[in-house]
């Protein structure tokens, strides 16, 4: 098992909803031999319990409705989320982020480094296709996504 876990979640059957899980794949082939994990998750929030425990860093990749232009991408902890009361109804997907996480800490399965990248989506529509403003920005977001493996020395 590694130490570092990237997790997307969405449904890719929801345009920009799919995001994380894009992102993920498209990570896992670029970084493939390295020493990171990389996990659909899908829209299971209690999977994502389950995937992290024992890591030492999870890196998070989701839709998140920020209240921002569409294709926005912004770097969270778990702490910026609870001190900007964010997370309420961040994302689509079962369960509260912040509770599973709560979870993991109280049975001691919590990463030391927690990092969630939610990006605005501009449709969730029905259809399987990423909107045209998120398909420009891949590269951007693997790029920013990537810098914190090679914090990790990967």
């Given amino acids: 098992m590694s130490d570092t876990i990237v997790i997307g979640l969405g449904n890719p059957l929801l345009g920009d909803d799919g995001i994380g899980i894009r992102l993920v794949n498209d990570l896992a082939a670029e970084y493939a031999g390295s020493a990171i994990e990389f996990a659909d998750a899908g ?3 209690m999977r994502v319990l389950h995937l992290i425990a024992g890591r030492k860093k999870a890196v998070i990749i989701d839709g998140a409705l920020m209240h921002a232009d ?11 989320l609870i001190t900007r009361n964010l997370l309420a109804h961040l994302t689509n997907h079962e ?3 912040l509770e ?3 979870l993991s800490r109280r049975l001691g399965e919590l990463p030391e480094q927690i990092v969630i990248f939610g ?3 501009a449709s ?3 259809g399987e296709a990423l909107s045209p403003i998120l398909e420009e920005q891949l590269g951007f977001y693997r790029y920013l996504i990537g810098k914190e ?4 020395g990967v």
């Fill in 70 to 80: 569409p294709g926005t991408i912004r770097r969270f902890t778990p702490g910026d």
């Fill in 124 to 126: 969730i529509s029905p």
């Fill in 149 to 152: 493996f090679l914090e990790c």
């Fill in 43 to 45: 829209t299971s929030g």
């Fill in 119 to 121: 990006i605005e989506p």
């Fill in 100 to 102: 599973i996480l709560d």
């Fill in 95 to 97: 369960g509260n982020l």
